[in-house]
């Protein structure tokens, strides 16, 4: 393989390379987030699109296309209202096979939304929680086809599971 | 040049303090982001709060940080490759609304380039272990990969 070939692969890292499967990931931002983007390499092996509460931090990592959510949490009710409405939207524009969410509410509604159209929906739940599930974690575990936990002392079989951690 | 960031959302005097004091022995410029303490340094640079993209290139500029036990400053280092000292916010001083940090302090203990204090009279020396450290492998952790496979597996299989 000549030198510029192998450039010119290396520049396109976000074309998918495998059976194409629409994938949803979603991030609020800050640590959540910054998750999400460590395992943005494999994301991009698919056909992934992004959605987050920032669009700037998503220009920040050069996506252009990334969806904006309201942000919102379990103390405020009207945004979260607007924030499922906005979820549902993005999620019934997108058709996804998959939704994947690292947190935290925002993502959330977006599995719940995902479940409604047949989408698969996984919950990675936060680095930063080694002691015990998130709030959004715990209605996950029920509601969204998977749950992972970080931590392998938080996992409790089968409904948590620990498939390792982004650090 | 170090940094300290202790976050947006809380005050952390007693690590600001604590580093206030060191700063004079370390022979290199040290920046605090103070969040929302009441203390004021003397001995380093200190802003209440530092907007995203210049946080991200002072953490690529610096040798080490000296941080609260905050996730997203973790990952944010770990990001730049630039080693770590935590310094976890405990509940019994008020610093936070649990001892959360401890927990994860001790969880990240080992990894590669994270190194915790407990105490104030740890910092010193493990902020000079920080600083002898070589810039941690920028290549995935076995965690990191297995993390990995697994969302190629539900991707692909809807399983995992």
Redesign the interface.
């Known amino acids: 393989m000549t030198k510029s070939n192998r450039a010119s692969r290396a520049s396109r890292p976000s074309r998918p390379s495998r059976p194409s499967r629409r994938v949803l990931a979603v991030a609020s931002g800050g640590g959540h987030w910054e998750q999400l983007m460590l395992l943005r390499p494999k994301l991009e092996e698919y056909d992934v699109r992004f959605a987050t509460t920032d669009a700037d931090i998503a220009l920040q990592r050069g996506i252009a296309k990334a969806e904006t959510l309201p942000d919102c949490n379990q103390n405020k009710p009207f945004k979260s209202a607007l924030c499922a409405f906005v979820a549902a939207w993005v999620v019934v524009k997108h058709r996804p096979h998959v939704v994947i969410s690292t947190g935290a509410a925002p993502g959330f509604f977006c599995l719940m939304a995902g479940r409604m159209i047949g989408a698969r929906t996984l919950w990675i739940d936060s680095v930063a929680n080694g002691e015990q599930l998130s709030m959004c974690g715990k209605l996950s575990k029920r509601f969204a086809h998977q749950c992972l936990t970080q931590w392998p002392e938080v996992a409790d079989e089968p409904r948590v599971k620990y498939r390792g951690a982004v650090l | 040049m170090i940094l300290v960031t202790v976050g947006m959302q809380l005050g952390f005097d007693r690590l600001i303090m604590a580093m206030d004091q060191l700063a004079p022995t370390l022979n290199m410029e040290v920046i605090a982001q103070t969040g929302r303490g009441t203390y004021q340094p003397l001995n380093m640079t200190a802003r209440a709060k530092i907007g995203?993209?210049e946080f991200e290139e002072l953490v690529q500029k610096s040798r080490l940080i000296v941080s609260h036990a905050?996730?997203?400053t973790?990952?944010?280092a770990?990001?730049f490759t630039t080693p770590i000292v935590l310094f976890p916010r405990r509940f019994d001083q008020g610093e936070h609304r649990n001892d959360?940090q401890a927990?994860?302090a001790n969880?990240?203990d080992g990894?590669p380039g994270v190194l915790v204090a407990m105490t104030v009279d740890d910092l010193a020396s493990t902020i000079a272990k920080g600083l002898s450290m070589e810039k941690p492998d920028t290549a995935l952790?076995?965690?990191?990969?297995?993390?990995?496979?697994?969302?190629?597996t539900?991707?692909?299989t809807?399983?995992?």
């Open positions: 995203p993209s905050g996730i997203g973790v990952l944010t770990q990001r959360h927990a994860t969880n990240l990894r952790s076995p965690t990191a990969r297995q993390l990995h496979e697994a969302i190629g539900f991707i692909e809807g399983e995992l």
